[in-house]
């Protein structure tokens, strides 16, 4: 059985086991295939409710079957692979370390998926350790190659507990060096993350102000900080502009009126201001928006400001 060294995690393949080899033929088949499907109905309920939907109001029943049928070869073929694969597999002798190798990876990415998705709940405690990502991953990193290393030199992998704790520490280290590695660089621009301050500086510099509405939950918004203000070209425009972010990750009060202020239908926004002292002449653009669009929003309302300064 598959486990990490406290519990076991698949300790219910006894039960389809034992129903696989006392029952034979359709029944048997059909019987699994409804438990399969009840196990991967969260993942594929969405995906089939769609489809169902589409089929339902297209009007056309053949086309409805077609892609019903294309839907069900594609959720069976999978899984003919897997037990192909999985009686294959039985014909193999693999080393016991590599066996314990495998189930520790699997272990550890299911939990780093765990810290990854605990990073919005508990976001203050994560972003308070932002600067600390990298020697966390260093140090749980160690910690991991020792506990590998005892298990396998005192040939202890049986012990309870030990995988789990090895496991935790991989996790942790995949999870930090990720985190520190999609972590936004400073670069060549300059943010600053208090509207007060942001806008008292613009005025005095007199010059336009960008705001950035993001989350940490926005994979747009961070596409836009690897991609879009990475940009040399627009990095050089940006020069000339007072910038600003708003986090917006935590749902509270008081972002729940920046949202309505800014009139920000969804994240990512930039609000582009001419003119700092006059907040409600903006362009907004919502969405992701790529180097290129941006740098010509940007050249359009630097064009326009210019035009309007008197010489």
Same mark, same amino acid.
């Given at each position: 059985?598959?486990h ?18 006392? =029952? ?9 295939g ?35 049928l *294309? ?33 520790v ?10 810290? $990854? ?5 508990? $976001? ?30 005192s ?31 400073e ?14 500086h613009?005025?005095? =510099? ?52 920046l ?24 362009? =907004? ?6 180097a ?8 359009? *309302? ?10």
């Amino acid at each position: 059985m598959l486990h990490v060294g406290l519990w076991k995690l698949a300790s219910t393949l006894s039960i389809g086991f034992r129903f696989q080899h006392s =029952r034979h033929g359709l029944l048997n088949a059909c019987l699994l295939g409804m438990g399969a499907g009840f196990v991967a109905a969260p993942c594929t309920g969405p995906i089939l409710a769609a489809l169902l939907t589409y089929t339902a109001t297209s009007g056309h029943s053949l086309r409805a079957c077609g892609f019903m049928l *294309i839907y069900s070869i594609g959720f069976a073929l999978p899984y003919v692979a897997l037990a192909k694969a999985a009686h294959l597999s039985k014909k193999i002798k693999f080393p016991a370390h590599f066996d314990h190798a495998v189930k520790v990876i699997f272990a550890s990415t299911m939990l780093g998926l765990g810290w $990854y998705y605990l990073r919005v709940p508990f $976001y203050m405690t994560f972003k308070t350790l932002q600067p600390y990502w990298s020697p966390i991953g260093l140090a749980t990193l160690f910690i991991a190659a020792i506990l590998w290393n005892f298990q396998h030199l005192s040939k202890k992998t049986h012990i309870r507990g030990y995988s789990l704790l090895l496991s935790l520490c991989l996790s942790l280290s995949l999870f930090s060096g990720f985190t520190w590695w999609r972590s936004p660089t400073e670069g060549a621009l300059e943010w600053y993350m208090d509207e007060a301050t942001a806008f008292s500086h613009a005025q005095e =510099r007199k010059a336009p102000v960008l705001i950035d509405l993001w989350a940490e939950w926005c994979e747009a918004c961070k596409k836009m900080d690897a991609h879009t203000f990475s940009d040399p070209q627009v990095q050089v425009i940006l020069q000339k502009w007072v910038l600003l972010k708003i986090d917006l990750t935590e749902d509270t009060p008081e972002n729940e009126e920046l949202l309505a202020k800014y009139h920000s239908p969804g994240l990512p926004t930039l609000l582009l201001l001419p003119n700092a002292a006059i907040p409600e002449q903006h362009t =907004r653009i919502t969405g992701y928006t790529e180097a290129k669009e941006l740098m010509h929003k940007l050249q359009e *309302i630097q064009r326009s400001s210019d035009s309007r300064t008197p010489r």
